[in-house]
C-alpha cells in the first residue's frame, strides 16, 4: 500500500509541474500576443498612424506660414494646405490607408521645400526718404517695400524718412529718421541657426525680438563702443552719434552690453532702464518712464460701426508712470505722419471724431523727455462699415473646430478665399485657401463665450459661438 501511495504521489507531482508549464506558456504566448497587439495598435494601425500623420502634416505647414514668405512658396503651401484637406475628408470616411498616403505625401513635399535663407532679410515697410546702398556700389538708390537686403548694404533714412526691416530669425527693426544703418552680417551661427550684427553709424535702430527665437540664433547692434545683444522676447532701441556715446534703452526683455572690455547683462525691469556707454565701459544705467498700458481699441480689433464718419472712437488705457499722456494716431504704421495733432492727455481717455473705414495705428507714452520716456508698442486695429443692406447677398462659409486645452481652446477653421475672419473681434490671419487658426487662452473664471466671425467688405458676415468652461479656474 505504501508502494502504491508513493506513485500517487509521484503522479500528483508531475502533474503540478506540467501545471506551472502550461501556466508560463500561456503567459508567454498572451504577453507576446497583447504585445504585438499594442505594437499593432500604436505603429501599424492604420487609423493611429494616418491621424499621428495629419497632426505632424499641420504642425509643418504652420511653422512655414508666413505672411511674407515668398510667392512660390505660398503657391506650395496653399497646394499642400489643399492636400492636407483631402486626407482630413478622407480620414473622417474611414478611409485610414488612403488618408496616410495623402498625408505622408504632403510631408514629403513640406521636407523637400528648402528653408528661407539666412543671409537676406527684407525692408518690409518704408515712409518718407529711404535710401539703399548695396554692396560694391558707389551711389545710393531710393529703396522699395520688399526689397532685399544682404551682407554690407547701408540704409539711410532722411529727416523725415523711416524704415522696418524683418530678419531671417523673426526680429523687426525700425530706423528712425535721419539714421545711417550697415547691415554687416547675415550668415549661420557657430552653432547652426542665423548670426545678425548691424552697425548703427548714426541715428537710432529699435528692435524687437520674438518670443521663439531659437537659442542657437546670434543677433548683434554695434556702435564705435558698444555691442549690444538682444536676448528673446525683447525690446529695446539703440541710439549713436559719431563721436559720442551710445544710449541703450531697454523697453522689455533684457540684453547683453559690452563695451570697454566688459559685457554685462541688462534686464528691463518694470518701467524699462537706459545704458549710456562709452569707450571705457557703461557710464550710467536709469530707470525710464514707463507708458500706460491699452485696454482698447486693442491690437488688431475689428470696430464694426454703422456710420464710421460720424461714430466717435474713443482710445481708454491705464497705469502710466506720469499723470500727462502724449497720444499719437495715424493711418502709417511707421507713425510719419498724423491724423490729429499729437495730444498730451491728462486722464486714462481720449476720444477722437469718426474716422473713414480702414487700418489705424495708435501709440502711447508718458510726458517726458525723448531720454527718459518711450513710445507703447503700436496698436492697429480696423474700422470696417456695417452695411444695412447689402449690395452682393453672399453665402458665407464658415468651419470650425474647437479643441478644449484646459485654460483656453484651439481653434482651426476654413472660410471663402478673401473673407476676413476675427475671434472675439480680434482679427486673425487667414491663409490664402481660406484657413486659419488660433489658440485663444481664457483669462476670468466661470463660462467663457467665443465667437468666430467671418465677413467681406460688402456686409456679408457668418458667426460661429460656443461657451467653454476654463479648467484653469
Known sequence: MAAKRGRDMDWVVIRYRDVFVIVALIILIGGGLGGGYYYWRTHQNPQVRAEAAIAKAQQKLESMDSPDAPDPLRQTLTRARAKLETARTEYAAQHYPVALAVATEVLATL??????????????????????KKAGNQLFTSAKENMLLENGDIVKTSKSGYAKI?????????????????????????????KIEVV?????????????????DETYIATEDAKISPKADSRMAVSHTEGGPTTTQIYRGAGEIESGGKTQTVEAGASGTAIITSAQGIISQNPLVAPPSVIGPRDQQVLR???????????????????????????????SSLLTAEQVVRGDRITVDGLPAGSYYWRLRSSGGDDKAYWSPTIRFRIIQVIQHVRVPRNLRLEVEATPIGDGVILQGKTDPGVAVSVNEIEVPVSADGSFSKIELFTDKGNQPVQVRAFDEEGNEKVWRKVFQSAGY
Request: glycine share 10%; hydrophobic share 30%.
Open 200 to 216: 548703427v553709424k548714426g541715428g537710432q535702430v529699435e528692435t524687437t525680438t520674438p518670443e521663439n527665437m531659437s537659442p542657437k
Open 111 to 132: 521636407k523637400n521645400i528648402e528653408p528661407p535663407p539666412t543671409n537676406v532679410a527684407f525692408l518690409v515697410s518704408q515712409e518718407g526718404s529711404v535710401e539703399v
Open 305 to 335: 460701426v454703422d456710420n464710421p464718419s460720424g461714430t466717435p472712437i474713443t482710445f481708454e488705457w491705464r497705469g502710466g508712470s506720469t499723470s500727462d499722456v502724449v497720444f499719437q494716431l495715424s493711418a502709417k504704421p511707421l507713425f
Open 166 to 194: 524683418k530678419y531671417p530669425n523673426g526680429q523687426f527693426q525700425t530706423i528712425a529718421p535721419d539714421s545711417l544703418v550697415v547691415i554687416q552680417a547675415l550668415t549661420v551661427s557657430s552653432q547652426g541657426g542665423s
